[in-house]
């Protein structure tokens, strides 16, 4: 009977041997291959961590210790070694989130996708149980790629200013985030520490250094020492002690009976201590090892034999994004690109092998991303940050108040926009047109199809004075959806084919397809329908408010919040040029999503084309006094 079936809980490695532990590591990776090939996944992150989350859960008592894992993506294990072992429908409707999950177990504490966290959510847990003198101990594991956050470090300087409060810290090293892990905490400082340069750089930042609270003076002194995966260092003990922070490590990952002592000396401590494992992403399964780009960091089905996809891809937004930008790139030498450790899934990947000196990978760091292309566009080049729409919200601020008050010509392509699916609520790219409506200057666009993303794009980066957005969707990319027309700056999509039309149905970016699916179901119901792309939905065009007035009825369809979105934005221009025309408003509800497909969460919403032609055609009705009150055929009300 294999050693995995038996494991129902933490509390059943106990009575295993060492032997007994290695063996159930290579079941759990045997298990990971068949389980995440079939579904797709994040696979390389969690073979790397196998032994790793076992000690873990020996050592420590969860759920009443609390262990927490920063981003969450590494969690896999975490989940078959505390009674989760039904892979089958992994990020799927009903089945395992990808992440940490509050609603699937007691074991699971934060449902934290978004990198650099943790570190915050441990201070705070170890303060309350100081406060409410519980002997819960708390444990952080966070990779050495989240280490190039901001926040991280801000979490660092707290936690090491309390020597008397328990808090163990995992840093899981790998040299790797997506990619292999880089910046200034990683191997740009480990190689400029040899360089007479890197001397002068430390002469003129020792007075700044010096004067920061609690952490200056450790960290200048030990700059020298700052990681190639934090292993790099001259004296790690050194810097972490004269901080506060006892240091354990650096320690095999994959050797069980180390981790155990290190960890259980760990928790003997009684204050801060960082726990430093050497991981290798990917172990255990050639195919990965052999991916150097991200070592299987997160795949869709494979033939786990070969590593190889079940299915052949066809175009997709990023490629179609990635590819224009190597084309703008060879046309204009000011043109530059950011990413925030994620070169490969934005699409940048083409653009950094054709123009290496023109490519900046911040680390996990939107927000310092989002002000260094301001200082770039200050010193007159054109930076395009390409980043999930999700991971936008991270850097609003620096968007608001270093970009935009500052007239800067920064682009921002901003990837899975929309509804993303299987990834679950964090991942839903569903706020940025919402959250960035407010930001004065800021210019918008949503591209329908491939051939917009290129116009699109290329109109963006030639506005040199504001920042300018463009967003598009996760996955293929559909076939061209021609306009018919043109008014204003709008393309026109579908023609009423009489002068007093119904509707009009202002479509929003990949939705158009849809847009047009509507309108062809309320042509069956006698309904007449213009259909028209905004193309740029901030700041609402001029010709809007004019081509509304001539229609009955607008109503507004995107993929992104209700709440502050293109449709609020619409109806306020509308009423701002005293256009008192009803508008119906369609979109994502206020609320966080469940991960399941994209076609699940836009029906389980309302965001298709019957529901909305349904609830269409009542308000058309409503307005012909066809319709009055409730009967058999009343369409159903908005889903909030």
Not at 159 to 185: F, M, Q
Not at 301 to 315: E, F, N, V
Not at 361 to 386: K, M, N, Y
Not at 435 to 445: C, E, S, T
């Amino acid at each position: 009977m294999p050693l995995l079936t038996r494991i129902r809980g933490p509390r059943d490695l106990d009575r295993l041997s060492l032997e007994q532990l290695d063996q159930l590591a290579e079941e759990i990776r045997t298990f990971l291959v068949d389980a995440v090939s079939k579904t797709g996944g994040h696979l390389g992150p969690n073979l790397g961590v196998v032994e790793l989350t076992i000690a873990l859960h020996r050592v420590f008592d969860s759920p009443k210790d609390k262990v927490l894992w920063d981003t969450g993506h590494q969690s896999y294990v975490h989940k078959l070694l505390t009674g989760r072992q039904d892979f089958s429908r992994l990020k799927m409707k009903g089945g395992l989130s990808g992440y940490p999950s509050q609603a699937e177990s007691e074991h699971d504490v934060i449902e934290n996708s978004h990198a650099s966290t943790v570190l915050g959510w441990a201070d705070g847990l170890a303060k309350a149980n100081q406060i409410q003198k519980r002997d819960d101990h708390v444990v952080a594991v966070i990779g050495d790629g989240a280490l190039t956050g901001g926040m991280a470090w801000e979490a660092l300087n707290n936690i090491a200013d309390a020597k008397d409060r328990p808090l163990v810290i995992v840093v899981n090293d790998n040299e790797r985030s997506y990619a292999p892990t880089i910046g200034g905490l990683a191997n740009h400082l480990a190689t400029l520490r040899t360089t007479d340069g890197y001397e002068r750089f430390l002469a003129r930042g020792k007075d700044l250094l010096e004067r920061t609270p609690v952490v200056g003076k450790p960290l200048y002194e030990t700059l020298h020492g700052a990681k190639k995966g934090l292993k790099d260092f001259i004296a790690p003990q050194g810097m972490f002690e004269d901080l506060g922070l006892k240091y354990v490590g650096p320690i095999d990952g994959h050797d069980i009976e180390a981790m155990e002592s290190a960890l259980a000396r760990a928790k003997r401590f009684g204050g801060p201590v960082i726990v430093h494992v050497l991981t290798e992403k990917g172990r255990g399964y050639q195919p990965a090892l052999q991916d150097e780009a991200d070592r299987f960091h997160g795949i869709g089905p494979i033939h786990p034999d070969t590593g190889l996809p079940i299915k052949a891809s066809g175009a997709d937004w990023t490629s179609v994004f990635g590819d224009e930008m190597v084309q703008l790139g060879k046309e204009r030498k000011d043109i530059v690109a950011i990413t925030a450790a994620m070169l490969q899934p934005v699409g940048l990947k083409k653009f950094a092998d054709t123009f290496p000196d023109r490519i900046y990978d911040v680390g996990i760091a939107e927000q310092h991303g989002a002000v260094s292309a301001a200082g770039l566009a200050t010193g007159g080049l054109h930076p395009v940050f390409a980043v999930y729409a999700t991971f936008l919200n991270r850097a609003f601020d620096q968007v608001l108040m270093d970009v935009a008050l500052h007239k800067c010509g920064v682009t921002f392509v901003l990837d899975r926009a929309g509804v993303t699916g299987t990834d679950g609520a964090s991942h839903n790219g569903m706020w940025d047109m919402s959250i960035l409506q407010v930001v004065p200057g800021l210019r918008l666009a949503a591209p329908r199809d491939a051939d917009q993303v290129r116009a699109q794009l290329r109109e963006a980066v030639k506005v040199d004075d504001a920042p300018t957005v463009v967003r598009f969707s996760k996955g293929a990319v559909g076939p061209a959806v021609p306009a018919v027309g043109r008014v204003g700056g709008m393309d026109v999509l579908r023609e009423p084919g009489t002068d007093t039309p119904d509707v009009l149905l202002v479509s929003v970016g990949a939705l158009a397809p849809m847009c047009l699916e509507i309108a062809s179901l309320l042509d069956k119901q006698g309904i007449t329908t213009t259909v028209v792309d905004p193309r740029w939905v901030k700041p609402v065009d001029e010709a809007m408010a004019p081509l509304a007035e001539r229609h009955r009825v607008v109503v507004t369809v995107e993929d992104n919040s209700r709440v502050g979105g293109v449709g609020s934005a619409i109806a306020q221009a509308l009423r701002d040029a005293g256009v008192d025309v009803p508008l119906r408003d369609f979109g994502i509800p206020p609320r966080f999503l469940d991960h399941a497909s994209r076609a699940e969460v836009m029906a389980e919403i309302g965001l298709t084309a019957p529901d909305i032609a349904r609830q269409v055609t009542g308000l058309v009705s409503k307005l012909d006094g066809k319709y009055s009150g409730a009967t058999a055929e009343e369409p159903e009300p908005a889903r909030d």
